[in-house]
């Protein structure tokens, strides 16, 4: 156990439907992270919150939507996903957004569009 | 741009042996960079970090080397065991403070 929790493990998902991943840190950090990992790729950056409040979308589609409503719990709200959109999703946190300590990463979310 | 690449995606040594993964950047700017270590079906552990106002780092089993020259870190594991088998990234922190990840290289342990 890292410190930052993300449930589901395991999620699959129609196109068509609208399912949300958590992500809760006990850390006490104040930033909070959305990696995308696909096979045989680098982690890709998808959002980042600094005391809640959004500070980077990486060019991410409009049918994944994060909220962050503390800065302890993070959420990306999933709707109309396309089979592509299949990876392990993966939350971080860290003590400050510029990242010079490290990330804490959770154990991820491995997520199947059919 | 700024990038994180990897020289060899697998890596197999036997059991007992030291193991050396390697990593290029691009930025020289550069001055802070993580190991990380992801097993299977989990997420990123951090292994050991380094400064760029250091070359060398040691941890439990685990030396990180940064050579600022040529823009290349290596992590070594000393006595390789069963249980290091995983797939292992490094990661720079770049201008924008954002951590950039390479690649990984997957770490095959042979008994």
């Known amino acids: 156990e890292t410190g930052v929790t993300q449930t589901p493990r395991h999620l699959v998902m129609g196109m068509t439907n609208k399912k949300s991943l958590k992500c809760e840190q006990h850390l006490g950090h104040n930033a909070m992270y959305w990696y995308k990992q696909s096979a045989k790729k680098p982690l890709e950056l998808m959002f980042v919150?600094?005391?809640?409040?959004?500070?980077e979308n990486n060019s991410v589609p409009s049918r994944f939507s994060p909220e962050c409503p503390n800065s302890s719990h993070l959420f990306l709200h999933l709707h109309t996903l396309q089979p592509e959109d299949s990876a392990l999703y993966l939350c971080?946190?860290?003590?400050?957004?510029?990242?010079?300590?490290?990330?804490?990463f959770g154990s991820g979310t491995r997520l199947t569009v059919v | 741009g700024e990038s994180v690449g990897l020289h060899l995606p697998t890596l197999s040594v036997q059991e007992g042996d030291n193991s050396i993964i390697n990593c290029a950047y691009s930025n020289s700017a550069s001055d802070y960079f993580i190991w990380y270590k992801q097993e299977s079906g989990k997420g990123p552990q951090f292994i050991i970090d380094?400064?760029?106002?250091?070359d060398k780092r040691q941890g439990q089993r685990v030396t990180v080397l940064l050579n600022k020259t040529v823009k290349h870190l290596s992590l070594q594991i000393a006595a390789t065991q069963p249980g290091d088998s995983a797939v292992y990234f490094c990661?720079?922190?770049?201008?924008?403070?954002?951590?950039?990840f390479g690649s990984g290289t997957r770490l095959l342990v042979r008994p």
């Open positions: 971080a946190s860290s003590q400050e957004a510029t990242g010079r300590y490290g990330y804490t």
């Open positions: 380094i400064r760029s106002n250091m």
């Open positions: 990661a720079e922190l770049g201008s924008s403070y954002k951590l950039i």
């Open positions: 919150y600094n005391f809640k409040e959004q500070t």
